[in-house]
């Protein structure tokens, strides 16, 4: 069986790169083999700006914030012949936002893999928990090295505890007594009573805690000295240098305690740090808050049977339980001088001290929890063997739809129409209101009412008519923008804005839910109807033909608007006759924003019309951006980092929710005219956009607000929740709701298209 690591992993000095050489050789021992004959592969993690001399386990780096080489790993670890992998999670050795590069890896992966959960957090960011929950649904197993954290991943996480595993942190095998005489690190302190603290140093080590209360335990034994061992946190040199150690340093002189504090500023081995720990009279972990769910020095400490102190934290409450070590308060310097005292006074409760850390540290050695981790990976890959390939179908794992919940939008609007923007999920009156967000709400009650004939959402709809009959000028036009006291913030809005309008109205005419409001719909469309031919942008004539495309199927037989639709969509098929060539299928010199609106124009007039010139476009350039949008397994649209230069590479961020909405409606479109189910599977996959399959594979629908995330930018999510984010959620979930009534469901298998498929 060969094994994949991913993680950090020395010479990184690092607690999980310690951790990752120390699992990988003793399940290498179990495996009764060495790390070099071919069972084994390192993934390595640096930090940013950092390189390492690695051995020959290490078989691929990976740079921390460079999301290519997440990619390149999962190709690596494919072509290495693995069989399984395990990952070591902790949020800050992975790039992106909280680490979130980690899911281009894992969902890269073709073989399975198991994760060591390193940092589970009580409070976790929205991102945070989504991170821990995606790894967790897609590993075969998961380790954790505590109860806490078992209750943790239940309970706040909502992950299943079937496949959670319980292996307590390893610690060495060696017996530190083999170091030679000339090792030996304690020679200045001969005769002292040592106190000790090790690991990277940071302000949550509570260290001063410990200075705090010297001068009470010095009062009763002079002779004690305090030493601190370890390097300064790579991540707090890069910020703040030594201030940390420099403070500790002056702390320790103004309670003139400065010559019995020792920092040993170094990284040292493992075989040195248990020669420390089998020496030392008493190790204190005195770190500053409850949230450290797994403690590698503390584990370490209770490995070598030493004498433990330590505050509170949930890791320390568990490993220390029974006896097997001594609590004192967070920052409570006297209660640990009392019990420092206490324990250096009385040596037979120092030495019981020891000797049940000594005891339940037998259980907790490397051998062991190799052997556990063995157990677990092979029986992965004996399950993994029987799964059948099958290569002729796809099967659409579009992940479970989110109840219909309008509370986002609801939250979002008031009497006068629908904010424009939020600050994450709390409207930004600052920003007031826009025509285009209010056409697309307008929209969406339209379709919530037809589908659920809810009496709350028929409420929504003269807010929003409203609105936009506010916004019309008097010779027709509409104005864009309106700020949160009504005022008006220009005289003529675009012709994007007077188009979105148009759909809006449009499809009120079609589906109105009684004749008041069309009526009210027909006076606003004939208002506007003068400009109709006057429009040159083209998305604003795309928008337009969609609205009296849905005009027409009310009245079909109105020759002027018959006439206002073939001139418009000839401006469209003029313009992709005058851009298209044999490799760029589209109608400008570049693909910028909302681009499938224009095949789906074509396509709704193509409905009307029978026109096949407006057919072969509309298919034509929905295959292109197609193909540009499907570079990879999931929906990638055009980001809006300089647009798509025909000849120039494409962007990959920002992306966009609009750009999804309307590859949704595109697909659902072309299922319509040609009624085959392959427009269909295309159209699952662009919603799953929403849901998680994106570049970041981080879902940008937010299930606690009901709103959707503003866009995918690079490494992170846009966690605020405007108007325009939500609606295109909300929009291409009716839609695909309602795909999913005629008969092919999320789960059902369908052929891939072929290629005359993809193109009609």
Not at 282 to 297: F, K, M, W
Not at 576 to 598: C, P, V
Not at 719 to 730: I, M
Request: hydrophobic share 40%; net charge negative; with cysteine.
């Amino acid at each position: 069986m060969k094994i994949a690591y991913i993680a950090s992993f020395p010479p990184r000095e690092c607690g999980i790169a310690t951790f990752t050489q120390n699992l990988m050789r003793s399940i290498g021992g179990n495996l009764h083999t060495d790390d070099s004959s071919g069972h084994t592969t390192v993934i390595a993690v640096n930090d940013t700006g950092m390189e390492y001399s690695y051995g020959p386990e290490v078989g691929f780096t990976i740079t921390q914030e460079r999301q290519e080489d997440y990619y390149n790993a999962a190709g690596f670890i494919h072509n290495s012949g693995a069989q399984v992998c395990i990952l070591q999670h902790e949020f800050g050795i992975f790039g992106g936002e909280s680490g979130a590069y980690i899911l281009s890896l894992l969902n890269s992966l073709r073989i399975p893999f198991i994760v060591t959960f390193h940092t589970i957090l009580k409070e976790p960011t929205w991102l945070q928990k989504i991170i821990i929950q995606k790894i967790a649904q897609n590993a075969a197993a998961i380790v954790v090295m505590s109860h806490k954290a078992i209750t943790f991943l239940g309970n706040i996480y909502e992950i299943s505890t079937e496949k959670i595993h319980l292996i307590e942190h390893g610690v060495p095998d060696m017996i530190p007594e083999n170091l030679l005489p000339s090792e030996n690190l304690l020679q200045p302190y001969q005769n002292r009573r040592i106190l000790f603290t090790f690991g990277l140093l940071n302000r949550n080590k509570g260290i001063e805690t410990v200075i705090r209360a010297l001068p009470k335990i010095m009062t009763s034994h002079p002779e004690v000295v305090y030493i601190v061992l370890g390097n300064t946190h790579p991540g707090v040199i890069r910020t703040s240098g030594e201030e940390y150690r420099d403070y500790l340093k002056q702390f320790a002189d103004e309670l003139e305690v400065g010559n019995c504090v020792h920092f040993i500023d170094r990284f040292v081995t493992e075989a040195q740090l248990a020669y420390y720990l089998a020496h030392v009279d008493i190790y204190i972990s005195p770190y500053l808050n409850e949230a450290q769910i797994t403690s590698g020095t503390l584990s370490y400490a209770i490995g070598a049977g030493a004498a433990v102190l330590s505050t509170p934290y949930w890791h320390a409450q568990e490993l220390l339980e029974n006896g097997r070590g001594i609590l004192f308060g967070f920052k409570d310097s006297n209660q640990l001088a009392e019990k420092i005292n206490g324990l250096l006074n009385f040596p037979n409760h120092l030495d019981a001290l020891r000797k049940r850390a000594q005891e339940y540290g037998q259980r907790m050695k490397w051998s062991r929890s190799g052997k556990k981790y063995l157990q677990i990976l092979q029986h992965i890959v004996e399950e993994n063997m029987l799964i059948p390939v099958n290569n002729t179908f796809s099967v659409i794992h579009l992940p479970s739809l989110p109840p219909f919940d309008l509370s986002h939008v609801l939250r979002l609007t008031d009497s006068t129409g629908i904010i424009q923007h939020a600050k994450y999920g709390i409207p930004n009156l600052k920003e007031g209101y826009c025509l285009d967000d209010n056409a697309r709400a307008l929209i969406l009650g339209i379709m919530a009412y037809r589908r659920y004939k809810s009496p709350e959402i028929l409420q929504l709809l003269p807010v929003y008519l409203s609105f936009i009959h506010y916004m019309q000028r008097k010779e027709g036009l509409f104005r864009n923008f309106l700020d949160f006291s009504r005022e008006f913030k220009e005289d003529v809005g675009s012709e994007d804005a007077f188009g979105r309008a148009i759909w809006a109205i449009g499809y009120l005419v079609r589906y109105a839910p009684n004749s008041a409001y069309r009526e009210a719909a027909l006076e606003i469309f004939r208002q506007a109807e003068p400009h109709f031919t006057s429009l040159h942008h083209l998305r604003g004539i795309a928008n337009t033909i969609i609205g009296i495309c849905h005009y027409l199927c009310c009245f079909p037989t109105d020759e002027g608007l018959l006439g206002f639709l073939s001139v418009l969509s000839r401006k469209l098929t003029d313009a992709f006759r005058l851009h298209a060539s044999e490799t760029w299928q589209w109608f400008e010199e570049k693909m910028n924003y909302d681009n499938g609106i224009l095949p789906l124009a074509l396509l709704h007039a193509y409905e009307i019309t029978e026109e096949d010139y407006s057919k072969k476009v509309a298919f034509n350039s929905l295959q292109f951006l197609e193909k540009t949008c499907f570079r990879k397994e999931w929906f990638t649209p055009v980001g809006n980092q300089g647009w798509y230069v025909q000849g120039g590479s494409i962007p990959l961020f920002d992306q966009q929710a609009i750009e999804t909405m309307a590859m949704v409606l595109a697909y659902n479109e072309a299922y319509h005219i040609t009624r085959k189910p392959s427009w269909l599977h295309k159209m699952y996959k662009c919603h799953a956009w929403f849901l998680g399959e994106n570049e970041l594979h981080i879902p940008l629908f937010d299930w606690e607000t009901c709103g959707c995330c503003d866009g995918l930018q690079e490494g992170r999510i846009n966690r605020n929740q405007g108007a325009e984010s939500t609606l295109a959620y909300w929009i291409s979930h009716l839609t695909v709701t309602k795909a999913m009534e005629s008969g092919f469901g999320l789960n059902l298998q369908l052929p891939l298209p072929s290629q005359e498929e993809a193109i009609l």
